[in-house]
């Protein structure tokens, strides 16, 4: 007890009151800074491969010889489908499947966002393990377009003599799924929700044949034409979407097998030469957060992610002398590795950063850095409470106002509160109040009350104190208006979520126009409005309202980031980055410094970030707008549902606070 | 067609004038479409009642009659199964699905007890004995997996004399079957896998096979006054092979790439050179023996055969045009039936027998019988809390069927059944025509679901249900708890019309499901107990310093110290005084 009393009444230090913006800073650039040292030795681990069963790179692999003259050969026949229509294509592909013996079925499917229409159809093969029993199946994926755009011409081929080199073994002891999406994104999407039976039977055909729990899923893309190409190394993609990873097992297991058994080198987030320094690595954890905080679908496996599916995608990239056997040969080796596993992966890291294709930093040395972003908001928020529990700093000695008077059981509190501050404060005494400290609250204190006097006395034994009386005082706060005033702010948000998800592309960017200069008017307006609609002579809403606006907008934002860091690390760390000045900014009476705090509140607000990191990173602003209408509606992105939700009313109230200034 | 007909009939024949004899075995094999191989295996061995209960065991095995007795137990199905049988492939299943069981280990019998508890106590003791027996966790089938159906199936035996049976039904989909349940199988033979048909069983080839099922049928069958009885025993093991599997030899087995010589290429496509090759399907049927795919030889016939015409011991099902050879130094005869399209063979007692197929151009090609009924069975949803069953029922003949459809859930799926639906895509009528459901108790009992519907000709019925899954308890998770948990495979059985018009039924079996359920990081408590057995010891060590720690004042202590003290002290210790 009498540490809680004591902390308490550390409340009215005029020093504590002064630390919590300077912690609040401090915070995040801990935060910051903290990233900064992931890629050090001393922070990250080596991988290793945690699942016993998978015993990566102990089998031979045999994928070669007259497999090579037919993979070939199929590979002529894919690049002849290259102009034919999508039905043709399906037909083709689904025969050559039917001459291996296996079960053949395809699936259309139609999206439409943002006014365009994405119909195409899948093409899938199952391989039933030959003692297997249909519980458990992984599934092999060769998108017909990759990423870029490109037709996957041997990927495809090789997909295709895969499966008909995996139907003569007879250690299958899970079914195989041979997958080829119509595209690399959507395609994959369409699949697996009709899988799992979470699809619309209006515009994506249900699946006629399927399988049992699907356990992992690789995906190869390599557009080599029909001369081949010989590619240099392995890109490794495991992005999910909404920033989901895989498990690190498999991610391990594929960097093992290529690396150390077929002796290709594995890359990942498109760093094509990494050195192992330190700048290398600290640009791999960047691109990664970025990609992860964006959570967009970044290859046909992203899809499965959310599934708990397991999924990677193998890329080739470079010119070198691996050619496509040698990528057959670690496909084979991985699938061997999937077969022999007896549970679903589980064992291994779900929540990672990679720093190289062998190292990576793991959830617990990483979330300390955002978590502690997320808590500068959340000691501005209870700042931000505290002040407001007080009246104004100084008393003002000419009010004629009486000041108002303290309940009778609150003034039984204070005054204990008030005797130990003078404690603290006084040092001629306190060591014989320290000493018989049990005596005064047997001893009932007597409390003068000066009604004209900004100042109180109490006693506490013999000794006696003058004090201000603005710290025994209780201020009421107003909940109403700045609680309504918050949530409404965050449910405008609503309107620009569901405007950017549903306009046509024809029209999406001049709504991003539209919205990058509005949403600068819109809290000058509001601030204009609020002002005016009330009362001039009371000036709402006031420096106390004020606060409490702030302190629930920051304590709303510390709540959602620090919740969202534990799900998609990358995102809450940035945008938490682009909110930390928001919880320094305040009311000014000062026009020039409105004016300032304005302009610089207007440079980072979420659609000038968004248009300066399309600047930086060099996409068009319409592609960014219209995959983001196609994440939200195909893939389930809720990225857009962050930044208006919790970024934007966050940004805005805090704009919105300080345009109160101009007024 | 015909040579389906035909061969119906000729199993009917069969089982008719073979009804009397006292052991007989058969060896059936049918090529399949996709170079695969169906060998159906049937052993039958007759005791006669009287002989049965004095415990005089001549072809019935002592082993299996005994634990009979002792359970009670008047019919008994026991079947072993591995893998899957595609029925769009392969047409119609061995012996229209009646001796064949899900995946893993399914049992049922009627055993005579005068009440419910009684019946269960020795169905306890059945399988008990038959885990041992057949080195199966058969043992397991505890109450939670036992149901009692009501429907889905009917004694083949007259039991005109027995009183007061019940019906136990119990499963394992998660039971491996290997070849520690093969041995004991063929112990219970009269000639034990040392001659007959039975000398081809081979472990490694039988469960290397696309599709096997070991099946156990003991059951009464009496004259038609119900006098005069015999206990018959089938034995019977279907599988279908994949010849160039198969033919494999057991110190390769690897499916190495073959060379390109081997292959046939494409001729006809532009690309088509030294380095591609579009492989052709060369249309033949491939050569085989019985030889290269058992991976041994036919050790002549098994002396204790029941001699006479139609007896033969070795049958095969092709067209005529389909060259065999014999290969053998002993005495046999071959006999053509149905059209030509059966051949069946005497084997010689004490000499090898082969049959030797070369590769074949056919014309006619392999006709197979179409199924009555297609089934399969997925889990829908995702998640960990609850998820929906989905189960597809397609009637392609030009009948209405009627099937009842039964369902062996694990108490900790619990199904919803007021969100069971049937839905016919040709007809809005419903298709449900009765329904038995016994809900589960925790722990205690698994759901037991049964329906009888009508699936109208040339239709897909849908059946859905959600269930929602339990938390089991810590010790309850198995080793690999997060594989997650298999659901027994549905059971449907074909009620009218029914076109082997004898007592073994029509039946088909879907596909066990793989139940993913919350599973804990069983690491976790090991965590727990080091971080509690940390805080224990820390508390500990500060309340047992206070508890013997004498405390004495500052003035109680001697006054002596500093170095004087110290070293009197160890000049104390040197001189061994205290």
Known sequence: MALISSLLALRRDARVQKLPPYLSALLVIVGVAWLFALPLDSYSRRTYVSENALLPAQVHTYFGGSEHNIFRAYRHEVAALADSSVADRSKKLADIFRESNL??????????????????????????????????????????????????????????????????????????????????????????????????????QSLPIKSGALQGAVAVDYPAGPWGHRYDKLHIVYDGTNGQLPNLDLFNTAVNIAGGQMGIASTLQRMWSHSDSYRDRLQTIFRSMVSQGLGHATGPHSAFIPYHVDAITLKTVGDGYHDEMGLGRTVESIFRSLNNLLEHLHQSFF???????????????????????????????IAKWVESGRP????????????????????KDKPTEGTKKTDAKEPAPSKQASSDSKQPKTEKEEKEKEDSSTTTTLQSGSSKSIIPKAFTSIVSRPFFFPLALVLAVHLSGLVPLIAFNHFPDTELLALFRTASNLIIMVPIFCAFAIRWSTNMDVARPTPQENNLIQCFSLLFLGMLLSTLATINFSLAFFVGLACAPLSFVRESSDYITTGILYGGLAVINPLAVAHLAMKVGGVEILDVLVKASEGWHVWGMWTQVVVWLVWWPAWNVAAFVVALGFF | MLSFLSFLVFNALLACSLASSDYHERLLLRPLPQSTLLASFNFRSNETSAAFEQQNFRYFPRSLGQILQHAHTKELHLRFSVGRWDAE???????????????????????????????????????????GLFCASLNFIDATRTIRPVMAFEPEGDHRNATNLHLLHGTLPHEVVCTENLTPFLKLLPCKGKAGISSLLDGHKLFDASFQTMAIDVRPVCDTQGQDCLLEMDQSVDMVLDVARSKRPQDNPIPRPVPI???ECDTSKHYNGHDTCYPLNKGTEPSWSLKEIFGRSLKGACPLTDAGPGSETLCINTPPERDIHIETDGQFTESRSSADTMRCYQLPIGSDFDLVLPEQQMSTGLVLPEPQLYAARSINGHGQERGSAQSVITNPSARGMEVVYLESLPWFMKPYLHTLRAHVDTDSENP???????????????????????????????????????????????????????????????????TMGDRKGIYL????????????????PYNVIILTSTVMALGFGNIFNLVVRRFVGAHEVPQTGGLKAILQAKIARLTGRS
């Open chain 1, 103 to 204: 079960k053949v079925a395809s699936q259309k499917y139609t999206y439409s966002a943002a006014n365009r229409t994405i119909d195409n159809e899948n093409v899938y093969a199952i391989l039933q393990g030959p003692r297997a029993d249909a519980t458990e199946a992984i599934v092999l994926m060769a998108a017909w377009k990759n990423m870029d755009n490109d037709i996957n011409y041997s990927g495809v081929a090789l997909a295709l003599s895969m499966a008909r080199y995996f139907k003569k073994w007879s250690l299958w002891s899970k079914d195989i799924i041979i997958l080829i999406p119509g595209d690399s994104t959507s395609g994959s999407q369409a699949w697996v929700d009709a899988y799992h039976d979470a699809h619309d039977p209006e515009t994506i």
């Open chain 2, 89 to 131: 492939s392969w047409g119609q299943r061995p012996w229209q699905g009646a001796r064949e069981g899900g995946n893993g280990v399914e049992l049922w019998a009627w055993i005579e007890a005068d009440s419910d508890d009684e019946a269960f106590a020795r169905w306890q003791t059945l399988v008990n004995s038959l885990s």
């Open chain 2, 432 to 498: 449900v025509r009765e329904t038995y459901y016994r809900p589960a108790v925790d722990r205690q009992r698994g759901s037991h679901l049964e329906i009888r519907m009508v699936v109208p000709p040339a239709s897909t019925l849908t059946l859905t249900y959600d269930f929602e899954k339990a938390i089991l308890r810590y010790t309850e998770y198995p080793p690999d708890a997060n594989r997650g948990f298999d659901a027994a495979p549905a059971v449907v059985r074909v009620l009218s019309p029914n």
């Open chain 1, 351 to 381: 929540f990672y950063l990679l720093l190289e294709a062998k190292r990576f930093v793991s959830i617990g040395t990483y979330l300390p850095s955002a978590m502690l972003i997320a808590a500068s908001f959340s000691i501005m928020a």
């Open chain 1, 392 to 411: 104004s700093s100084v008393p003002n000695p000419a009010s004629t106002k009486p000041p108002p008077k303290a309940s009778d059981s609150k003034a």
């Open chain 2, 261 to 263: 010589e081997q292959i």
């Open chain 2, 509 to 524: 079996r879907t596909t066990p499901l793989l139940l993913s359920l919350p599973t804990p990081d069983f690491s976790m």
